[in-house]
């Protein structure tokens, strides 16, 4: 976590500075107060290193003077063509160079307070780490910033901007933690009872255990959880922005009901070792990670109460863990399902699409929603299709898929859509059961997938959002390190700010 404040544009006496320079700007406000500070120093090292303000360019200079002991360059390219997401994607590169000073200031001359917010959150987001269980590290390797300066023209209007951008980092912050998480600390019911925190932003949180989901019908969903010891849980998180816009206890109690609410369903495997249809060995342990699409919803629960966003949203999460035992589901098995759909599970590690179809029928059939989004780690099929730069977006909705596709660009949460028809709808079709949990072989397997969801809408304008290549990142990424990358927050968030609050 790190401390951002709004202060003066004023240049700084001591510690690291940060410049974020655009093309047509010239050396104006802070970078022509540090250049004349260096006898024109300013100006010769951006000579020296070529540097010419464009997008994405950056250099260090070291011990320049002035007090400072090294000043970040940070190219903003045309300021005609600048957007949000670029100003973030600015400011976390230049906290990517100031990780090892314990204070630092960030500078824009030029940039609006809204612009400078959105540098704020980017640079949040950037500074994450996940480093609970490292007791060893050395001292070089802990990144040491602490406390970030903003330096702005109007402190209190960029500091009002950031605000709900806080909360939108923190759902985000929320979400890494979840996914980075390791499956014997967060476990079905401790991932249910890490929700209940949600209760102190005004969001009801109910949660089901294994008899309510019995008395539901659940058998889907059950069928997965049949052979861990872990219990089961569902989790039903409500948050009545329209409604009860402040939270109250009365909303808190469910004495008032959502108005046409948007709904969100996300798939909370908290760890997927295939069942008796077990996976490799090798990578395995990656599996830690298929609950992140419960974890993008919890974290996106917890920005939208977190900025009181003017809207009534449910968020549904199916936990479960996938395990081989004596009482595993087998394959060829045939379960039924709350919608009283009958499976065959031919693969029991096509899991994840059998708790989302219980969970996403009780959502349709409970709330009656304007709409479903559901987040799922789903397929590796997608992986195949998309590598890990867009995740797949299947949806029986045109507004609802344009909506999201308008939300990714802005956001640079990238989405492809992808088809859905009868004729893969057709491979899922089923001698003994009404349907089968796989298609035919290893075409199409995301699309057989989305197919098999789109069975428990129930005809509600719906999308399909398949995470699997997106959720967690080899590498550092724009605004994320390498790990947990809290993918489809700030999409979805963006997406509600956009076209469905009051």
């Not at 602490?146 to 979400?175: F, S, W």
């Not at 005004?202 to 969903?221: S, T």
């Not at 308008?406 to 001698?431: N, Q, S, V």
């Not at 990424?477 to 390498?482: I, L, N, R, S, T």
Request: proline share 3%; with cysteine.
């Amino acid at each position: 976590m790190i401390d951002i404040a709004f202060t003066r544009a004023e240049l700084p006496k001591s510690g690291a500075l940060a410049l974020l320079l655009g093309e047509d700007g010239g050396l104006t406000g802070l970078a022509a107060a540090l250049d004349a500070a260096l006898d024109g120093g300013l100006g010769r090292a951006m000579a020296a290193a070529a540097f010419k303000s464009k997008r994405g360019q950056s250099a260090t200079l070291l011990a320049p003077g002035a007090g400072l002991d090294r000043v970040v360059l940070v190219g903003l390219g045309k300021s005609t063509e600048m957007t949000a997401h670029q100003a973030e994607i600015a400011g976390a590169k230049a906290v990517a160079a100031l990780m090892r000073d314990e204070a630092a200031a960030i500078g824009a001359d030029g940039l609006s307070a809204t612009m400078l917010a959105h540098v704020a959150l980017g640079a949040r987001l950037r500074r994450y780490r996940f480093d609970k269980y490292r007791t060893t590290m050395k001292e070089e390797q802990k990144p040491k910033l602490a406390k970030l300066r903003i330096l702005a023209g109007d402190e209190a209007a960029t500091g009002t901007a950031y605000q709900p951008l806080a909360a939108l980092a923190a759902g985000v912050e929320l979400t890494r933690d979840l996914v980075s998480e390791p499956a014997n600390v967060l476990f079905p019911a401790e991932m249910a009872d890490r929700t209940k925190a949600l209760r102190t932003l005004g969001v009801k949180v109910e949660i089901f255990d294994r008899r309510d989901m019995e008395k539901l019908g659940f058998g889907a969903l059950l069928g997965v959880a049949m052979g861990s010891d872990c219990e089961p849980r569902m989790v039903v998180m409500s948050w009545l922005g329209a409604s009860d816009p402040e939270g109250t206890s009365k909303a808190k109690k469910g004495k008032i009901a959502p108005k046409d609410p948007i709904v969100f369903v996300g798939k909370g495997v908290t760890f997927d070792t295939g069942g008796i249809s077990i996976k490799p060995a090798s990578g395995m342990e990656d599996m830690k990670w298929d609950m992140a699409g419960a974890g993008t919803v919890i974290g996106l629960m917890a920005a939208l109460a977190g900025r009181k966003a003017k809207v009534d949203a449910i968020g549904l999460v199916g936990l479960v863990e996938n395990m081989p035992s004596g009482t595993a589901q087998r394959p060829g098995d045939v379960v039924k399902s709350a919608s009283g759909q009958t499976i065959e599970v031919l693969n029991t590690d096509a899991e994840g699409r059998l708790v989302l179809a219980d969970v996403l029928w009780y959502a349709q059939d409970r709330f009656k929603p304007r709409f479903m989004v559901d987040l799922a780690t789903l397929t590796g099929a997608i992986i195949v299709a998309l590598g890990n730069e867009n995740a797949g977006l299947f949806a029986n909705d045109e507004a609802l898929a344009q909506n999201l596709l308008d939300a990714a660009k802005a956001t640079g949460e990238g989405l492809w859509r992808m088809p859905l028809g009868e004729a893969y709808d057709k491979m899922i079709d089923c001698d003994i059961a009404d349907m089968k949990n796989i298609g035919g072989g290893r075409a199409g397997g995301s699309i057989t997938a989305a197919q098999f969801l789109q069975r428990f809408v129930n005809k509600v304008p719906w999308a399909h959002l398949d995470i699997a290549g997106m959720a967690w990142a080899g590498k550092d990424g724009a605004v994320a390190p390498k790990g947990a990358t809290g993918f489809g927050v700030r999409l979805l968030d963006r997406l509600v700010a956009d076209h469905y609050e009051h």
